[in-house]
């Protein structure tokens, strides 16, 4: 008679646990939990689907609890099924541009011709007219700026964001407008009610109508006109749908008022 061996279970719990740990998708874990009753009970137990959706995306762990009516929810069974379920759903979108319109910035110099709008188009210039977001002047070379998108779902993951800065062919010296440093922030509105005002139109700030769940940190500008990339740290769920663009530290003056613009 041919004898079986589960290897794990020759192994101290400690042990089997931290190889089991070592996958690296919910797909696997499902796998290895159908393997027996004992690798089903370290995978589930353990809730290791929902330390790999943990590790993978740290804002997940703002998730309290898991409810699925009609069930107890007190189940590790449950947590086991709604996190694997929930990695294989946020690693398997497809890699695409995910901001959809604009909510709102902080200030814009001439309304409309100058507006957040035209940071959506790659375009320097459309019908012969240059396109694109100019701030209102200040004397501050510190004061910021914060632009904001709705992206394609309330629920994104986002591992890096583009950013192009306008250099100014119409003006002496072809300056280029970009801020020394941008910092990104993800969210959700605080009330669904704003949805029906426009910020944009009415030329108001909407930063204090969100909760902002995600803040990265600092990176540098470069004074260059070309397209530069802002790689994450980490994959970044986007709970809410909302980003905010913000822009730090001016450099560039206009000569009409002497003031710093972005």
């Not at 590790?55 to 996190?83: M, W």
């Not at 814009?108 to 011709?113: F, G, H, L, S």
């Given at each position: 008679?041919?004898?079986?061996?589960?290897?794990?279970?020759?192994?101290?719990?400690?042990?089997?646990?931290?190889?089991?740990?070592?996958?690296?998708?919910?797909?696997?874990?499902?796998?290895?939990?159908?393997?027996?009753?004992?690798?089903?009970?370290?995978?589930?137990?353990?809730?290791?689907?929902?330390?790999?959706?943990?590790?993978?995306?740290?804002?997940?762990?703002?998730?309290?609890?898991?409810?699925?009516?009609?069930?107890?929810?007190?189940?590790?069974?449950?947590?086991?099924?709604?996190?694997?379920?929930?990695?294989?759903?946020?690693?398997?979108?497809?890699?695409?541009?995910?901001?959809?319109?604009?909510?709102?910035?902080?200030?814009t110099d001439n309304y409309p011709?100058?507006?957040?709008?035209?940071?959506?188009?790659?375009?320097?210039?459309?019908?012969?007219?240059?396109?694109?977001?100019?701030?209102?002047?200040?004397?501050?070379?510190?004061?910021?700026?914060?632009?904001?998108?709705?992206?394609?779902?309330?629920?994104?993951?986002?591992?890096?964001?583009?950013?192009?800065?306008?250099?100014?062919?119409?003006?002496?010296?072809?300056?280029?407008?970009?801020?020394?440093?941008?910092?990104?922030?993800?969210?959700?509105?605080?009330?669904?009610?704003?949805?029906?005002?426009?910020?944009?139109?009415?030329?108001?700030?909407?930063?204090?109508?969100?909760?902002?769940?995600?803040?990265?940190?600092?990176?540098?500008?470069?004074?260059?006109?070309?397209?530069?990339?802002?790689?994450?740290?980490?994959?970044?769920?986007?709970?809410?749908?909302?980003?905010?663009?913000?822009?730090?530290?001016?450099?560039?003056?206009?000569?009409?008022?002497?003031?710093?613009?972005?």
């Amino acid at each position: 008679m041919e004898t079986h061996i589960d290897f794990l279970e020759w192994l101290e719990p400690d042990m089997a646990l931290k190889i089991l740990t070592c996958l690296d998708d919910s797909a696997d874990l499902i796998r290895a939990s159908a393997v027996s009753r004992y690798w089903q009970n370290i995978v589930v137990s353990n809730g290791l689907c929902k330390q790999l959706c943990r590790r993978t995306f740290p804002q997940l762990a703002c998730i309290t609890h898991v409810v699925e009516p009609g069930h107890d929810n007190s189940s590790d069974k449950i947590d086991h099924q709604a996190y694997a379920s929930l990695f294989r759903a946020l690693t398997a979108f497809p890699q695409t541009y995910c901001i959809v319109d604009p909510v709102s910035a902080s200030s814009t110099d001439n309304y409309p011709e100058e507006s957040i709008m035209n940071t959506l188009d790659p375009r320097d210039t459309i019908r012969n007219q240059g396109s694109y977001w100019s701030s209102k002047g200040s004397d501050d070379p510190e004061t910021p700026e914060k632009l904001i998108y709705t992206l394609t779902s309330n629920l994104c993951v986002i591992t890096e964001v583009n950013l192009h800065p306008f250099q100014a062919l119409f003006q002496l010296d072809f300056p280029i407008y970009a801020s020394k440093f941008v910092r990104f922030r993800m969210g959700h509105l605080k009330s669904w009610k704003e949805l029906t005002y426009d910020f944009m139109e009415a030329q108001e700030c909407a930063d204090d109508k969100f909760v902002w769940t995600y803040t990265s940190q600092m990176f540098p500008v470069a004074q260059e006109n070309r397209l530069q990339r802002f790689k994450l740290p980490e994959p970044v769920v986007c709970i809410g749908g909302y980003l905010q663009i913000e822009l730090l530290g001016r450099v560039q003056k206009q000569a009409a008022d002497d003031r710093y613009y972005l």
